[in-house]
Nanobody
Framework: QVQLVESGGGLVQAGGSLRLSCAAS????????MGWFRQAPGKEREFVAA????????NYADSVKGRFTLSRDNAKNTGYLQMNALRPEDTAVYYC???????????????????WGQGTQVTTSS
């Protein structure tokens, strides 16, 4: 069973930055794809960013392109989502997810991920 633990969420003013971390419980994390999703109150969970197993492929939602950067350190079994120029509309619970079935892809759909973290709250004040 794969466990994911997110950290780094919090309250920030508009224009500020946060870095989220996602630590995986498995040593083979380097063979998994990783994604971040978010869910605001009353809304569906939406794709934010994804990275394939070796970091060679990334995908970003249009709403975060140029502001968010996803990276991974497979030696530490950890992924990072650097979020800059945060906006009030970025407020949500952020979830990391991982899957082993197609590690060469940076998958963008929730049903392409088998394992999920518990989420971390990000709140951006105006």
């Amino acid at each position: 069973q794969v466990q994911l633990v997110e950290s780094g969420g919090g309250l920030v003013q508009a224009g500020g930055s946060l870095r989220l971390s996602c630590a995986a419980s498995i040593r083979t994390f380097g063979t998994y794809t990783m994604g971040w999703f978010r869910q605001a109150p009353g809304k569906e969970r939406e794709f934010v960013a994804a990275i394939n197993w070796n970091g060679g492929v990334t995908n970003y939602a249009d709403s975060v392109k140029g502001r968010f950067t996803l990276s991974r350190d497979n030696a530490k079994n950890t992924g990072y989502l650097q979020m800059n120029a945060l906006r009030p509309e970025d407020t949500a619970v952020y979830y990391c997810a991982t899957d082993f079935r197609q590690p060469w892809r940076a998958a963008t759909e929730t049903n392409e991920y088998m394992y999920w973290g518990q989420g971390t709250q990000v709140t951006t004040s105006s």
